[in-house]
């Protein structure tokens, strides 16, 4: 069903009541036509209450400080900071559709340094008591004293509605949108007409894909919990950016390296909190450094170590640091690696061929080290051997496709029919699987 929403006239009468107050009017916005029932509207609005970014690239997340119908989830430990809150649920008395179920979150933006976060109670209503019509509700109701005291991020009203009306008898049903102001003239912002249009058309997409039976084939998060890696990002980025951008050495976009390395960083630093709790850091080496941002993010947190490249780049001259780690002291070294596990080949006719074993590195590393290959390119295939040789655990963060040779190569498709056939998916199984040890790859899919 393509979306093709209609607008609701504004003499319109309310779609449902509210009784919390006698000047209270929710005002419908937009209405559509859908072909997915009741349980999969409450499905795909949890879903959203959980997911708040996925109708606002403004927002990194939601925080359930409060659930009526799972208080295992709602628990101090998914508190933004860790800081516990008392919340007290804001309800509105909706007549003739009961309430089923209290939630309360914490949106949490993306830059607290330029908005707040903010508490939301959420609630679902439903009632089937007409044999021909199912009602749906989901109420979004910010927990602010005036709306001036609310973030850019959420529309300047005191009330966001999802309804969802379902008939038993034709199996189809009506979705709509509707906002509630503190007074006729707060709903006059023609910006909050392209946000009802925005809000129906992602649920409309939503549960038209659940109908069709779209299953996510990516699930993010597998390996560090994601409010641990936002967390931390948001820290990494206060501290980092604004100086990163204005001090970047290089031809290439600030805007990109610098923010794409606090992220690796970022999953770094919690990765390794999880699998040096309380034991010594071993080290780190990042092999095909580039420009060294990212061996500067990890030592500049108290993370020991190194990386090298097969030539310098100018923002080394910011980036480098004393190290115990390295060969020569300094944190970021000129070297070509050359595998122990290689023969050297020397032509004795031709001496200029000779590399001066000091800008020779053979791969071979204190066991135990952890090997960073991010965006390696020619050493992304060495990346397990050398882990294995070395007994060292590895992260690979591949970018372009290249073969044991140093050849740009397109791996063939992977083995297990199961997996996915994308030219990602065939080169992380290419590169994974000949060289499988007991050392695993950590692999997650990260959301900034």
């Known amino acids: ?19 919390t107050a006698e000047t209270d009017v929710w005002v419908p916005y937009y209405s559509h036509g859908c072909t997915f029932g009741p349980e999969l509207f409450s499905s795909i609005m949890m879903n959203m209450v959980h997911n708040p970014n996925i109708n606002s690239t403004w927002l990194f997340r939601a925080d359930i400080l409060y659930d009526d119908g799972n208080m295992d989830e709602a628990t101090t430990t998914n508190i933004s900071n860790g800081v516990p809150d008392t919340i007290q649920p804001v309800i509105r008395s909706i007549p003739h559709i009961p309430l089923k179920r209290t939630l309360v979150r914490r949106l949490i933006p993306r830059s607290e340094r330029r908005d707040n ?12 008591e007409s044999e021909t019509l199912v009602t749906s509700l989901v109420l979004y109701i910010p927990h602010v004293v005036s709306m001036e005291h609310l973030p850019f991020y959420h529309p300047k009203v005191r009330g966001i509605a999802h309804l969802h009306q379902w008939s038993t008898t034709s199996r189809s049903g009506t979705i709509s949108v509707h906002f509630l102001g503190g007074s006729p003239s707060d709903l006059l912002d023609p910006k909050l007409g392209r946000i009802a249009f ?3 058309e992602v649920l409309h997409r939503h549960g038209e894909g659940a109908v069709q039976g779209y299953v996510k084939r990516v699930h993010h998060d597998r390996v560090i919990p994601q409010a641990r890696f936002q967390n931390r990002y948001a820290e990494l980025k206060s501290k980092y950016s604004r100086r990163l951008v204005n001090t970047w050495a290089e031809s290439t976009d600030p805007g990109k390296h ?35 941002l990212l061996v500067y993010l990890l030592t500049q947190e108290g993370y ?5 490249d097969a030539r310098a780049r100018k923002s080394w001259a910011n980036y480098t640091t004393p190290t115990a ?58 990346t397990p051997i050398l882990g294995t040789i070395s007994n060292c655990p590895y992260i690979m963060i591949p970018c372009c496709s290249h073969s044991l040779t140093g050849e740009k190569y397109r791996p063939p498709p992977p083995r297990d029919k199961s997996k996915p056939k994308s030219t990602y998916a065939s080169l992380v199984d290419w590169t994974y699987t000949p060289y499988y040890t007991s050392t695993a790859v950590l692999r997650d899919t990260m959301k900034m």
């Open 1 to 19: 069903m393509p979306f093709e929403p209609e607008g609701v006239p504004s003499t319109a009468l309310p779609y449902f009541e509210d009784s």
């Open 304 to 308: 020991n170590g190194w990386g090298f």
């Open 325 to 382: 780690m390295s060969p020569s002291g300094k944190s970021l070294e000129e070297k070509l690696l050359l595998p122990s596990i290689i023969p050297a080949h020397r032509d004795r006719n031709n001496p200029s061929q000779l590399l001066h074993s000091a800008h020779i590195h053979d791969g071979v590393f204190r066991s135990g080290t952890f090997i960073v290959s991010n965006h390696a390119d020619e050493l992304t295939p060495w």
């Open 117 to 128: 976060p903010l508490n939301q109670t959420c609630t679902f209503h439903f009632t089937n």
């Open 198 to 200: 925005h809000l129906l």
């Open 258 to 292: 610098v923010f794409e390395d606090l992220g690796i960083a970022a999953f770094l630093i919690e990765l390794w909190a999880d699998m040096y709790k309380g034991k010594e850091f071993p080290g780190f080496v990042d092999i095909g450094c580039g420009n060294g």
